[in-house]
């Protein structure tokens, strides 16, 4: 299945998700008139929160609850059921279903739990579920989950013991679409987030996602007109790919997704045999996925919150140079030191804001960024409006922040100011609380964020949704890039016969694997195979002095591990004795190993030594991977790594996003290295898994990296088969 | 002067600053009716806020204010004067510290502004001030400051124009003493902190540090016995060597010393000639020494509250293994994630433990960490406190965390169970409020708190709080050392002599360098100095194939840089033609260097090569520095840093705190370094510099570190003199 199919399946099921969000009419099975019970709160919800549709509480054991007549089974009501909200034990569920299925029912939410969450006999009935409900095409939220609120038409089809829930905010402007796979902790995050004001359209608990799953409301969501951001807590997810297509309509209809993911602490003890498959630690790939798909990802609560914050208020951030007015010269040290923390410029104010600064403003104020705007406050408020709307006019400034820590006497006057200021100029005005909680009050919050101006809690957390805000911004108005394909069909078929010889699981020697990069364009050192010493040195001769000999053998990995590698030969003498002692040392490494024969390669000219190589990742497949060479990757795990297949942007920005990035700009004297020679491999190798998925892993370690304009060549490489 | 004069020195500078927190009387030089007036702030609060002392106002226009007897000058004044805070404007300055000179006042609180923060002429006014008081033994808080509250005398010697400092608050236990080196800062910190039910005893706002500067205030809280936690905001000092005095005490005394010092934006503009001279980034200084010196160092205000409320309540963190006790399984997820994130880790229960819980518990909980602790609570109460005392148990665990968001309804009953919790279990139990603001309310805090129970607003605030709480545990228990001195007196003598022939700020050539090393058992390869193509190969069979030829001069100082390094010659014929190249390379490179000729060394046995070295740092002075060699070093900065002199403790620090640390311990089947070679090193050259301070950058690059027990070896060096 080609893309634009697989999207067109992804948005036909997202429009099948409209029963459980706009339903007509809902029946409750296991309605009860308890608050105690899920089936309870529910009905409740229903009946005394503004939900206009029709309710049917279906109960075998009551006639009547809260007034509405009661039905034995949903087969008994007599008209048409949209939406069935479950709340039966689970060893009900499936009848129920059974009997939502012959009445039509479009969707159900299946509040019960013990199914996947409780071990081997709930995963075989989940996948009982599973198989009912994809036959019979009925959509389905859960089961073990909280359930669906629509704030849209006040529908509460969720429940929690708490019962706390936020009902009916007073919010006007309801947009963002919380999708969560923890109840409990959505819950938290949605009744905090709705308290300072967030405007949610739906809130989704998802629980153990049966049938329909994260991406499936990811994509409702992105094709819903009410929504226009997305918010997330996520654990992890089984589909990698359909994550893929869900990010990808969401980047194109421009509708921000922030997802709070966790995992660090789950253990990464995958097996991997090359350096490549070693390094994708799970949360790294979904990092490196979330970055490759422009989804937001902050670190902490506090940081979604501030994040939606800038969204909601549509504050455009085109860069990241900041003017700060600071409430005295101590906040704005600290407020300075916490922007450049975060990656973000303290603004250099022109010669002409500087000139236009002084003529208003007393000697005593020193005109520097940040400004000490209580300074300004003290001499007249008009002139702290009046310096601040020469620095928003300051081309080299992208936003103007104000950093107040001050109890409320303060606040609200400075407040006045702030949106004043807001409605003279184009540029983002942003208030940020310090030190957390003190003076943080919600109806200041609102009352800020109605004139468009954010205010966020905790400069730390400022500064972050800041900076991640500004990336998004220029991810998603930089130009969507096609996949380059710069294999003809016949290196393709090529490549076919080499790799239909090798078994799954087989892994291709040195000579191997370079034959299939060759095929793929990417330059390999020039080398012979010899079996003898005599070949070895005649093969030496052919190449011309000095050479690398190199044991074949596709049983030995590791070959400097082995002690297989003699560099920098310069005479048939000393290539006969390389030749002797690299056999001795591969067969006391690995008795028994099948040894090919000893490699005779060119010995490269001078470069810089980087590593790219494939990998796979369970749940999002196969992974491009890029490093420098040697300690870099092998003890700091300094490597980027997107998701294959990549464009070309995916590839720069890899090159770029390593710590030790600069070492290719030339150190030492050295001249910089030819990044477009690795951006090109890189995206080769993209190509040659997306050509050829069944390639578990591939090294290219050392890919010699020479300078700039000089391209590059693979001096080693490994390929093990799926 | 011996470090034991110093502290008499700075111990007795403290207790002259007694009569600024206790003296029995004040007078208020600038007195004024005004609230908006310092002079006017300042006696209200004398004569409202219940200070208990004699205060008399001294204006010259005035007969009376507030119904005091106002003075012309304070010579008038009959009674003796402990103290004087003066809110004069700058030009009286002078003539009024005369006269309280006269009158023997002991010391005087400087509200003025208008010395050496407003340019040349205030600096010159303040070096005229320090000198005057410095002369006449008068202690000085200020000028350009806020002043000093002492909150067990209720003596609030500060202003502010909001007028909003903490007044009388209701805390019983006041020992949180505050220094702060921005007064508007440090009111901003001291409102929320107070607010927030923290025990200050002291505020210090103290300006321009004229005279008195942070370490004289940090001794005298030290010495102070209200005071048994010192908390601060430092902008920079200018004295190193006196606040690692101050700082000693503190570790001594076992007061922690927790600082937020910013100053990360400000640029790093120093040239240096060497790598350690040019790695040394003033903030990086400031984050060594305070790790040097036990000094805890929070990221933000959050995080400092953070550490204070853990500090406050006594939670002893004897080791980082944590017990979660959280309130759904996501949230348990998000608080594992962190723990991990900020260096604490997930404790895995015993099997005892397991067994004992699996028998309370009914047969759907899973006994995990992070615990569900919501699923307990909702079985029955009494379990959760079972289970939790069963963990508590646990000798694999060292504190019980709970996180929590939920909002009041729920919070109370939590809060009890808490403290029941922490009567029966002599482990920390530690309460987090997830998502900063909602549900932290301050009454609950201050409650939980009085009850022993650390109660802390935001999960990243709180496990980095933590873990600086366990570091600083470990650091405060661990044994002191003294510094070793493994150098005899002859030794010194010979080097003394050495360095004597050298100008100021001149060169070491790389033999030079390496005698003086010799001399101080750093182990330097063997090598001869050729001034000829003939000397170098004679040198070479000498010392015996194969050997290293380097160009030797003081004016290159990389030679890799000017092609100036032959590596691995093995023949007469190599080694004279690479002395042909050396030569006309770095002739080429630097026309006109003085060249002393070439030297050449043995080619040392493979090693890791690492690098070690001395700096300077303009407020610390010498600097003794360690990283991994080549590009980790040089583009990475991945480095660690001590103000010399280190104990062994340090250098056993510096060794492990590098990222690449676990190269060291061997890698790609090579066996672990000799680290306590390196160890060694360090030692030698803190003490080598602590001999000759003159000393201004030593690099050893690289050292060479063979494996363990082998001992390590300079291949090459360089010294620049101050």
Known sequence: MNKSNELDELRSRARGLIPLFYPSSIAVIGASEKLSKPGGIVLAH?????????????????????????????????????????????????????????????GAIIFSSGFAEVGVEGIELQEELKKLVNEHKIRICGPNCMGIINYNNSMMAAFSYSGIFPVNPPQTSKNICFLTQSGGFGLSVAVTAVSQGFGFSYYVSMGNEA?????????????????????????????????????????????????????????????????????????????????????????????????????????????????????????????????????????????????????????????????????????????FKSCAEIVADDPGVDMLIFPYWVPKNIEEHTWEQLIQLKNSTSKPVIAIIMAGMTGAVPEHMIYLKRHGIPVIAGLDFAVKAIKKVVDYTFKVNSAKQEIIRPVSFLEKEKVEKMLAGYPPGGRLSESQAKEILLAYGIPVARERRAATAWEAVSAAEQLGYPVVLKIDSQDILHKTEARGIKLNLVSAGQVEEAFKEILANARQYKPGANITGVLVQEMLKEGTEIIVGIGND?????????????????????????????????????????????????????????????????????????????????????????????????????IVMK
């Open 46 to 106: 229903f009946l005394e929160d503004g939900f206009q549709g029709k309710v049917f509480p279906v109960n075998h054991r009551k006639k009547e609850i809260k007034g509405l007549q009661c039905y034995p089974t949903v087969l008994d009501i007599p008209e048409q059921v949209d939406m069935a909200v479950i709340a039966v034990t689970v060893s009900q569920v499936m009848e129920v279903l059974q009997e939502c299925i012959a009445k039509s029912v479009k």
């Open 211 to 383: 049938e329909s799953d994260f991406s499936d409301f990811l994509a409702f969501s992105v094709d819903d007109p009410q929504t226009s951001i997305i918010a997330g807590y996520m654990e992890g997810i089984r589909d990698g790919k359909k994550l893929a297509l869900a990010a990808d309509m969401a980047r194109e209809a421009k509708k921000p997704v922030v997802i709070f993911k966790t995992g660090r602490y789950e253990a990464s003890s995958r097996a991997a045999l090359s350096h490549t498959g070693a390094l994708t630690g799970s949360d790294m790939v979904y990092s490196s996925f979330f970055r490759q798909k422009g989804i937001i990802r902050p670190e902490s609560i506090e940081e979604l919150l501030a994040i939606l914050t800038l969204l909601e208020t549509k504050t455009i951030l085109q860069g990241g140079k900041v003017a700060i007015f600071a409430y005295s010269g101590g906040h704005g040290v600290v407020m300075a030191d916490k922007c450049v923390e975060a990656g973000l410029e303290v603004a250099t104010l022109s010669e002409e804001t500087l000139q236009k600064m002084s003529k208003l403003l007393p000697s005593f104020a020193s005109v520097v960024n940040p400004i000490d705007s209580t300074g300004l406050d003290l001499v007249s408020q008009s002139l």
């Open 618 to 718: 369970p749940v999002f497949g196969s992974t491009v991977m890029f490093g420098l060479g040697g300690i870099l990757v092998e003890q700091l795990g300094d490597v980027s790594l997107r998701v294959a297949p990549v464009c070309e942007n995916d590839a720069w920005e890899m090159v770029r996003e390593i710590k030790g990035h600069s070492i290719l700009d030339g150190m030492r004297g050295k001249p910089p290295v030819d990044k477009r020679a690795i951006v090109d491999v890189i995206l080769k190798l993209s190509q040659l898994v997306a050509d050829f998925p069944q390639i578990a892993e591939l090294d290219i370690n050392p890919l010699v990296v020479f300078e700039d304009g000089r391209g590059a060549c693979a001096a080693d490489a490994l």
